[in-house]
Every structure is written in C-alpha cells, then in structure tokens.
C-alpha cells in the first residue's frame, strides 16, 4: 500500500479543512459522546454540562499544549526562526507530551470551578483519552508523517513523504491501534469495578508509556533530532520515561493505605 492521501479532506467555501485538525475535531466529539451516552444511562454521575466544561479545558489544554510542546521539545530553532509557524497547527506537529500536560492544566482549572476533586478528574478523563489519541494516530497516517523504519513485514507500507519508494513499519498505525484501540478497552474493563483514586490514571500512564516507548524502537525519528543516545534512544522514549514513572507513582499510591489526601 502507497500511503499517498491528499492532506485536505474537504473545501467549505474554498477554505480547505485538514484531515489532521478534523481527527481531533472526531476525537473529541467521539469522547463527549461517550460521556453524554453514560450519563444519560446514570452510569456515571455527573452533569452534561459538566461534561461539556471538562471537555473544553482538556480539549483547550490538548491543543495548545500539545503545540508548545512540539515546538519546544522537537522544533525550537523553528520557532526562534520564524514564531508565526506556532500557528500553523493543520500543517502537523503536535506533542502528545505538552499535550498531556495542557490536559493535566485544563483540568486542573475545571476542578477550581466544579471541586470534585483533581485526581478523581484525571480519573475519570484517563478511560476518554485514548479515543482521541486513536483519531489523532489515524490523521497522522493520512497525512503520511512518523512514518517506520524499513521493513518486508507483509503489512509495510510506502511513505512517498519520506522521499523513499522503500516499504516501511506503519508506525502510525501501530500507535492508532496500541495506545488507542487497546488501551481503551484495557481501560474500559479495568474502570468497569470500583477503583481507588488515582489506579486509573496510574493504568493509563503504564499502558500509554510502554506502548510508545516500544513503538519508538520502529519508528523513524525525526530527521532534524535523530537518535539521542546509543544509537537508538530517541526523543519520544526520553519524554515517555516520566510518564511511565508517573503512572507506576499513581498506581502504587492508589492502593498503598496512605493515599494523597482529595485536593
């Protein structure tokens, strides 16, 4: 398979609309959704227009800290050359690390306004994550970027962005199906039984950071970085470490008898 899409899904009045910014549009509503469904069933009780708020500043906190952060941790020089490019967002170039800690930020501010407590937001936000991370994943495949290393795997696939016609790891999807499609269903079970406070996140962070710490070992990084140590570490696995940390912290914290107290 070539994978050769046009980056523009559709043109509304001549304005072009990008496959990129229309998965994180999906991945959004998608979790919203969800939410909405549950709360409507009295699975989970909380209010829609809670749900809309928590939406919005995770959704916010996503966006733009996932754009600081890639122009920070992966493209510096380019900000310091030419700062207008920060805006450039349907151009690609988003950090699933700033991104995380927009997340982290946003909620932070939608639990000053509702007070149910920080870690049990982070809690219940962690299970919707993965949803958006799964459509973000796919729109990077369309847009043929992070693509894998050279490879005769019966799936490989053809990045002409890569300015090779050599069949490589899908990494894209690997990332689509692992830290989205199976992490959402390992994290839908998991929250299906009461769970103290801060085991769902702490599950999220493990399960996220392993799936890309390994994922890296294929995908090709970026050109203007390459590997940081050893010939193989990269920037992505250095930045997923204290997320893997964090949620193994998080986990022993939730069943260890001396919790965080509610914040």
């Known amino acids: 398979m070539i994978v050769d899409f046009d980056p523009v899904a559709f043109r509304v009045f001549g304005w072009p609309i990008h496959w990129y910014g229309l998965m994180y549009l999906i991945g959004f509503t998608s979790s919203l959704a969800l939410i909405r469904y549950r709360i409507a069933k009295k699975i989970i009780d909380w209010k829609p227009v809670e749900a809309d708020d928590l939406l919005f500043f995770a959704g916010l906190g996503a966006i733009v800290g996932g754009r600081i952060g890639y122009m ?12 207008l490019s920060f805006f450039r ?8 690390h700033g991104g995380l800690i927009g997340v982290m930020i946003g909620l932070w501010f939608f639990n000053r306004k509702y007070k149910k407590g920080y870690f049990n937001v982070l809690d219940f936000i962690a299970l919707y ?5 799964m459509t973000v994943r796919f729109g990077n495949f369309l847009n043929g970027e992070l693509w894998g290393k050279v490879s005769d795997v019966p799936w490989a696939m053809v990045f002409p962005t890569s ?23 390992i994290l839908w079970f998991y929250s299906s039984k009461p769970r103290p406070t801060m085991a769902i996140s702490g599950v999220f962070g493990i399960g996220y950071g392993t799936a890309r710490f390994m994922i890296e070992f294929v995908r090709v990084p970026d050109a203007h970085i390459g590997y940081l140590a050893f010939g193989w570490v990269t920037m992505g696995q250095v930045l997923t470490i204290p997320i893997i940390l964090a949620g193994a912290a998080f986990l022993w914290l939730a069943y260890h008898p001396m919790q965080l107290k509610k914040t």
């Open 163 to 185: 300015g090779s016609n050599l069949p490589r790891h899908p990494s894209p999807l690997y990332e689509c199906l692992s830290e989205g499609v199976l992490l959402f269903i």
């Open 129 to 133: 994550v993965p949803i958006s991370i």
């Open 72 to 83: 920070f941790f992966y493209n510096f020089n380019m900000l310091l050359d030419n700062p």
């Open 89 to 96: 967002i349907w151009e690609g170039g988003m950090s699933f």
